[in-house]
C-alpha cells in the first residue's frame, strides 16, 4: 500500500464534529496513512451571536489554535474526510463558504479522484444526519470525489446508529464513547486503505 | 373547514407499517375528515420469499381483508398520507409498482395539487429513516402535490425522534408507544387541516 | 381568496436569478396576491473576488438598491419563493449564511406553515437543476413550510425545460424568454392561489 | 492494472437505456476490463400494459435475447454501472424488484466494495435525471459500494449534458450521437480504470 495524503477537515461550533474529527486524525495516523491534516474551518458567525451560547464561545477559545483549513489542503489530499454538523439537512455556512472558495481548484480539474466521505450530527436523531450526508455527497460528486460511505461494511455501523452514509450522533444526547470511536476508525480506515491501493 | 377524502395507504411486510397506518386512520376519523379509507399495498413478493420469513408470512395472513389500494383511491383523495418501510433509502418494490401503474392518471392532471405526506421505518436508527421519506417527496412532486411534512411543528416530534421529514420509527426496536401515536396524530391532523382549507 | 404576503427572495452573482426573481415579483403582484416584497440575500463574497469576475461586479452594482431580506420578512411572509443558483448541487454559502440566522425563529415556531418553492440556475444543463432544489425543500420541511413546487401541473413547465421541483435555466445558455416567463408566473400564481385559500 | 469484472445492468422499456448500455458493454471491452457481462433487468409488466405501448413491445422483442441479471452477477463483478430511466425521480419498479431480492448477498457482506455508479433517462430535461441517480446513489451506499460518478472528470461530460452524477439523456429529445456515446464511454473506463486499480 502506498502513503496516502488524508485531511480531516471540519466545522464545530460547540465541539461534538471536532471530537469526531479528533479520532479520525487518531484513525488515520494509526492506520499508517502517511500524512494526516487535520483542519477547521473558519468560523465566519459575528463575534456578537457566539457571544449568545457559553458552549459555541468555549469551543472557539479551545479550537483557537487549529490550523483553519486552505485550498492548498484540499489539492495535497488523496482522501478527505469532513465532520460537521446539520443545519436544517444541508451544510452550515461556514462549510459551504469554504466550498465556495474552490472554483478555481475544480476548474483545473485538481478537486477530481479524491476519495471523500463524511460524519454529521443533528440535534435529533432524525434531524438530518442522514440528508446532510447525502447533501455532503451531491457536492463531492461535483468535485468528481470519489465517494467511500461506510456502508454497513463492519459490525461497528450497528452499534452506533447504522447510518450508512456516514457516522452521526445526536449532539448532546447520544454518549461520544467507544461505540462511535470504533465506527470512525473503521470508516477512516476503510478510506484510507481504498486510497492507498489508487495511489499505488 | 370543508371536508376531507384521507387517504392512508401502507406497505408492510412484518406489521410496523400496518400499525403506524392504524394509528394514521384512527387520527383522521377523529379529526373530522370526512372520509378516511384505509388501504394496503398489494404484495408482490413470491410465497416462496415469504415463506422464509414466519413474520412476514404470519402479517400477510393477518392482513389479508384489508382493501388493496386502486387508482380510484388516490383520484378521489384530497390528502394522502404513505406509510412504507425503507429498502436501502428508496421505496420497496411493491410501492414503487404502484407508483408505476399511475402515468395515466398522472397525464391527465388527476394527481395534481393532492396533500401529501409520509411515514417510515427502517431497521437502522441511521438506515434510510430521513432518505426514504425525501424520495417519497420528490415522486409526489412530480405528481404536483403538495408537501405537507410536520416538520417541527409540535412537542411530540422531538418526543418521537424528531423527523421532520415525517414520523419514523426504527423497526423491532423502538417501541410503538403513545409517543410515537401522538406524532402519527399530529402528522394527519395537521395535513387534514390544511386539506380541509385547501377543499373549502 | 383572502390576501397573501409575498415574499421573493433571490440571490444572484451575475443576473439570471435576479430576473428570475423580477418575473416572479411581477407575476405576485398580477395575481393579486396583497402584498409583495422583493429581497435580494446580502452578498458576502470579498470585494476582491466580486472584481475578478465583471458580471459579477456590474450586477452588484444594477442590485445596490435592492432592499437585502430579512428576519422580519421571512415572519411576515405567507409563501415565499426563492430564486438561487446551485453551488455543486447545493445552495449559495450567502444563502446558507442566511438560513443559519433563522434559529430564533424557528425556535419560536414563526417559520412553521409558510408556502414555500424555489427556482434556481447551473452552469451546465444537468448540473444541479434538480437537485439543489432539493435540498432547498430539505430545509423548508426543516422550517414545517407546505412545499409547492409546480409539478406538471401546467403546460408551461413542458416548453421550459420539464423541471418539476421548480423553473430553472441553464444560465448563459438558456435564453431568458418568454417560455421561462411563463412557467415562472404558473409557479407563482399557483403558490398564492394556495396560500390565499390556505389563508382565509 | 489487474483484470476487472464488470457488470453492465440495464432496464429499458423503450429502448435508450439498452443503447445506452450497450455503448459502456463496448467501452468496457476496449477497457482491456478482463470481462464484461451485459444483463437486463427482468421486465415484470403485465403483458397488457406492454402491449398497450408499440414501442415497449418492439424492444421486449428485440431485447428477448439479452441475459437477465441475476443475483450471481452481482457477487461476481468488481464494477457495476446501471442504466435505468426515472419513474417520477425515482428508480423503476423493475429494478427495486430486483434489488429488493439482494438482503442474502448484503447480509453476508457480498455486496460490499463494489465500484458503482448509473446512467438515466428521462421524458423531460429536468424531470428526474439527476435526482434517479441520487436515489441509486443511496442504494450502492447502503451496499457499501464505491460511488465513481463522472463529475466533471473529462471534456465529453460538458458537451453531453454535463451530469456529474452520471450520464443521462432527455429520452426521445436527445439525439444519441458521438458526445453521448463519448462521455458513456469515459464514464465507464474511469470506473474500470479505477476498479482496477483497487483490484490489483
Chains 1, 2, 3, 4 share one sequence.
Not at 53 to 72: F, P
Request: proline share 4%; net charge neutral.
Amino acid at each position: 500500500m502506498s502513503k496516502v495524503n488524508l485531511a480531516v477537515i471540519y466545522y464545530s461550533a460547540t465541539g461534538t464534529n471536532h471530537q469526531l474529527a479528533k479520532w479520525a486524525e487518531e484513525a488515520g495516523k494509526n492506520s499508517g496513512a502517511g500524512e494526516v491534516r487535520f483542519r477547521k474551518i473558519k468560523e465566519t458567525a459575528p463575534k456578537e451571536a457566539i457571544a449568545q451560547n457559553k458552549d459555541w464561545e468555549k469551543h472557539v477559545e479551545a479550537a483557537k489554535d487549529v490550523t483553519e483549513v486552505s485550498l492548498d489542503d484540499l489539492e495535497w489530499a488523496d482522501a478527505i474526510i469532513f465532520s460537521i454538523p446539520t443545519r436544517y439537512g444541508n451544510l452550515p455556512s461556514q462549510v459551504q463558504q469554504f466550498i465556495d472558495t474552490t472554483g478555481g481548484l475544480w476548474s483545473k480539474g485538481k478537486l477530481a479522484n479524491k476519495i471523500a466521505c463524511g460524519m454529521t450530527s443533528a440535534s435529533n436523531p432524525h434531524g438530518g444526519q442522514e440528508t446532510t450526508l447525502m447533501s455532503l455527497y451531491k457536492t463531492m460528486i461535483h468535485w468528481g470525489a470519489i465517494i467511500v460511505a461506510p456502508g454497513y461494511t463492519d459490525p461497528s455501523l450497528f452499534e452506533s446508529g447504522g447510518n450508512p452514509y456516514g457516522l452521526s450522533v445526536t449532539a448532546g444526547k447520544d454518549k461520544l464513547d467507544d461505540k462511535i470511536k470504533n465506527a470512525v476508525s473503521h470508516q477512516v480506515k476503510r478510506m484510507v486503505e481504498i486510497a492507498g491501493k489508487l495511489n499505488a
